[in-house]
């Protein structure tokens, strides 16, 4: 099974504040996604990326979100302007051209 | 329309005992697949079974296996001589493959399992 780390595991932010998570894949994957789960609630996605772009994403993303993948390996989502309804736990998942999808350990940002 | 739906908010079993989960979904898609994830205390989700909607026979994964019965679109989890390591929240999961799509999933509401010792 592919591994995923997240950096970093917990992130305090203050509201209006940038954030930026970020994701790092074991090997090599052709698909990474952002999911985010409201303390609670259900998984919701946010993102795809697909050969260095995004391929969808959902009215979660608005403009003050953005994902890169800076040097090739990392998978970084940033949050600009955050804002109280924000706070959740964070979810890279990697997938191969098959089926699967791998979840990293999460990030849970939470916004003061 | 909710896409995956798990009725059951909380479930609890005796531990050994089996115990069902039910996940129901609702697509027009003829390729799809179905996923369950396990969600500790911890956080983490935890990739348990899949079923791809052309698969004939039911996913097996150790413990685990999906009853899948796509003219009712259900795919129940089956956890087989439940342990207290099962005590989870799970949540179905599926991914419509439509030309184009990213594959992403679309969660249902997930079942807060508890094994009794």
């Known amino acids: 099974e592919p591994e995923v780390t997240q950096t970093p595991s917990h992130q305090v932010t203050q509201m209006g504040q940038e954030v930026i998570l970020r994701c790092v894949p074991i090997s090599n994957h052709l698909y990474f996604y952002w999911y985010r789960q409201i303390l609670g609630q259900k998984v919701e996605f946010l993102v795809s990326?697909?050969?260095?772009?995004?391929?969808?994403k959902s009215e979660i993303f608005d403009d003050r979100f953005s994902v890169e993948r800076p040097d090739g390996s990392n998978f970084t989502l940033k949050i600009r302007s955050t804002k109280l309804e924000d706070s959740a736990m964070y979810f890279c998942?990697?997938?191969?051209?098959?089926?699967?999808?791998?979840f990293g350990p999460g990030t849970r940002l939470t916004v003061t | 329309a909710q896409k995956i739906t798990q009725t059951q908010p909380g479930m609890f079993v005796q531990e050994k005992e089996a115990v069902t989960l039910d996940c129901t979904y609702d697509?027009?898609?003829?390729?799809?697949?179905l996923f369950w994830y396990k969600q500790p205390s911890s956080g983490e989700m935890i990739f348990l079974i899949y079923q791809g909607s052309y698969d004939e026979q039911n996913a097996t994964e150790g413990r685990y296996s999906l009853n899948f019965q796509k003219a009712r679109k259900s795919a129940n989890l089956v956890i087989s001589a439940s342990q207290l390591g099962d005590s989870a929240m799970y949540f179905c999961?599926?991914?419509?493959?439509?030309?184009?799509?990213?594959?992403?999933?679309?969660f249902g509401s997930g079942t807060q399992l508890t094994v009794l010792p």
């Open positions: 990326f697909y050969n260095n772009e995004i391929s969808e």
């Open positions: 998942a990697i997938g191969p051209a098959t089926y699967e999808q791998y």
């Open positions: 697509t027009s898609d003829q390729s799809y697949g």
């Open positions: 999961a599926m991914r419509e493959v439509n030309s184009g799509s990213a594959r992403q999933l679309t």
